[in-house]
């Protein structure tokens, strides 16, 4: 027989073993890894942890000194998974045989809901290579409990749950991998690498306690003087660390779930929430389309006559022009922001959505009324009050009728507009000048959007600016008065100081001025003043002596006796209650009152009104500012978006 140490083996593991020594006793020395406490395989010529080196010569032992009892695996570290399962369902079936006899006190402790072998079979598959002895291990243990009666139940209540325990802690733990990001993931890892170090240390010393009639290297083990109890204990109380930290953090998942799932609902309800305030605008608009159909139809037939004209203007009444007063001159004097009145009109209007439908049909009677109707279809100027009779208290500061007077300005603005003159131009300031013949300026300005005591346009005084304003942008838009040519003034000619007083922001210069610009637009153009609010000039006696001198104003400007040249000045006075003031300055036929007697007599009948809702498609887009630009058809011109009224 061939010397082992002088063959080619024999010396291959004569070099082993020098290497190993060397590491053994060297190694530390140029690292600490290989200070770590580990034993040479021989077998396998690999290293191994004590743990799994002992547990396999534990196994081989084991099957040396108890072959009859562990006679399901010719080598008991090459055991699968179907080797430990069927050694465990063997220990079930003769646990419930002790059970019948009444042999058992502990009434299937052991059992797991659910149990079956689809669930654990993979149980200990995920286990790494080096740990796969622990299939032999388990498959001992569950064998040798089936022969030992007294430990069956103590050990299959401990064991039986573990391959389960460790399959659903590698689950979460591959599902959700160990990061920093979550303690818990590592906290996971860390048990079940403990749980796999105990089977470790316990198998050996549990499997030589279970052979029956032998304590054969008892006094090697580290749990000397333990009993079985306290060896099972030890397993119990780490796969119950791995199963809590498991369910901590499936717990933390269900709760980051909840709270992801609340947010969406949040943010859910909030999408909602837009989109319901998207279906108001959109309900809103629509509302608003249909009004303003509505009053375009009301204003359709009466405005055939409105351009008739009443004369030329008087030249030598006329008067001269102011040296230097050029239309921005004019507008500093005012002191008034050039976007005032849209401001003012897209505010109205945003406020609709808000209003009764009993009052909205209510403020519509306002454009149906036939002295409204013959105001704007008359050839001359008029003046026409409406009393609203509305429930300010409920209602606030923007009322129905002030979103009806806004409607009506934009519905005045789309319908007059006509093709522009082709005339040669003449100098915009000349008497005779008929640029812009046939076109219609609509002013507007909203009382109670004004009525705190720093608004610049506060008072009275503040709504004969902006009327003034706005008439100064139209007739420079429309080409009546020209940018840097000097502005002729009637009225104002003759007086000395009247620049001093207008620079001073005089009311009777300012009235007086605005009277005068009316003069200067040619015949056949109309002028529409739509003031809403007007009664809360009336309860402030701050305002009665600016109350009578715009009153006055407004008198002489519709008035053909005071003067028969220029624009003719149609005035619309609305106030949300009863004017009590106006009896002195109207005349029968001149007022409007909004009762519930006139209800249903011509009026509004709201969204989804039939034949409003035929025309949307072939209507001018309308919203907030209404901009007019469309293409020419009927009366409406082209040059409609470089001469409408501002």
């Not at 200990?124 to 080096?130: G, N, V």
Request: aromatic fraction near 6%; charge should be negative; hydrophobic fraction near 35%.
């Amino acid at each position: 027989m061939a010397d082992p140490l002088h063959g080619p083996f024999g010396h291959r593991h004569q070099e082993v073993i020098v290497a190993a020594n060397f590491i053994a006793t060297k190694g530390p020395q140029f690292h600490e890894a290989f200070g770590v406490p580990t034993i040479l395989n021989q077998s396998t010529m690999q290293y191994e942890p004590p743990e799994i080196y002992d547990l396999k010569e534990t196994l081989e032992c084991s099957q040396t000194k108890a072959r009859k009892y562990l006679d399901f695996a010719q080598n008991l570290q090459e055991c699968t998974w179907e080797h430990v399962h069927a050694e465990l369902n063997k220990a079930r079936k003769k646990a419930e045989e002790s059970e019948r006899r009444g042999r058992s006190g502990f009434k299937k402790l052991w059992r797991v809901t659910g149990a079956t072998s689809s669930v654990l079979s993979p149980g200990l598959a995920a286990l790494p290579d080096s740990l796969c002895v622990l299939h032999g291990g388990l498959a001992v243990v569950f064998s040798l409990a089936r022969h030992s009666e007294m430990n069956r139940i103590k050990i299959l209540s401990v064991f039986d749950s573990v391959p389960n325990i460790i399959e659903e802690a590698k689950n979460k733990s591959e599902k959700f991998p160990p990061s920093e990001k979550n303690p818990k993931t590592i906290q996971l890892d860390e048990s079940i690498k403990e749980l796999q170090l105990t089977l470790l240390r316990v198998l050996p010393d549990l499997i030589n306690r279970l052979i029956p009639g032998t304590w054969r290297n008892a006094w090697r083990s580290p749990f000397v003087g333990w009993t079985i109890d306290k060896l099972l204990d030890e397993v119990k109380h780490r796969a119950d660390s791995v199963r809590v930290r498991a369910e901590a953090l499936m717990d933390d998942i269900v709760v980051g779930n909840y709270e992801a799932n609340m947010e969406i609902k949040a943010q859910l309800k909030d999408l909602r929430r837009q989109n319901d305030l998207m279906h108001m605008s959109i309900k809103a608009a629509n509302s608003q389309t249909d009004f303003l159909h509505f009053l375009l139809e009301q204003f359709a037939s009466p405005l055939a006559g409105m351009f008739q004209g009443r004369g030329l203007p008087n030249v030598a009444n006329m008067g001269t022009a102011l040296p230097g007063f050029i239309p921005s001159d004019l507008l500093v004097f005012m002191d008034v922001n050039h976007t005032q009145a849209r401001h003012d009109s897209r505010i109205v209007l945003s406020r609709s959505s808000s209003f009764e439908p009993h009052d909205m049909d209510k403020a519509s009677q306002m454009a149906s009324a036939p002295e409204v109707k013959g105001l704007l279809g008359s050839p001359g100027a008029g003046v026409v009050a409406v009393d609203g009779h509305l429930d300010i208290t409920q209602i606030g500061k923007i009322t129905p009728l002030s979103f009806a007077c806004a409607m009506s300005a934009q519905a005045l603005k789309i319908r007059t507009q006509v093709t522009p003159s082709e005339d040669p131009p003449y100098s915009p300031t000349s008497p005779l000048s008929d640029a812009g013949q046939g076109r219609c300026i609509v002013l507007e300005y909203y009382c109670s959007l004004h009525m705190a005591d720093n608004d610049n346009l506060y008072g009275p005084k503040g709504l004969v600016r902006c009327l003034t304003t706005q008439l100064i942008l139209s007739m420079v838009e429309n080409e009546y008065v020209f940018h840097e040519e000097p502005v002729h003034l009637p009225h104002l000619g003759d007086t000395e100081d009247a620049d001093e007083l207008l620079s001073c922001g005089d009311l009777n210069a300012i009235c007086n001025l605005f009277i005068g610009l009316l003069q200067l637009i040619p015949h056949g153009v109309s002028v529409y003043g739509i003031v809403d609010g007007w009664s809360v000039y009336e309860r402030n006696e701050a305002f009665k002596a600016d109350y009578r001198a715009v009153l006055d104003m407004f008198r002489d400007a519709t008035s053909p006796e005071k003067f028969d040249a220029g624009a003719c000045f149609k005035l619309l006075l609305t106030s949300p209650t009863m004017s009590r003031q106006l009896g002195e300055f109207l005349l029968p036929g001149q007022r409007v009152s909004l009762r519930r007697d006139r209800a249903g007599v011509g009026s509004w009948s709201g969204v989804g009104r039939k034949r409003g809702m035929g025309r949307a498609a072939t209507m001018p887009e309308v919203g907030v500012g209404y901009s007019s630009s469309h293409s020419s058809s009927g009366s409406v011109g082209d040059g409609h978006s470089r001469r409408s009224s501002s």
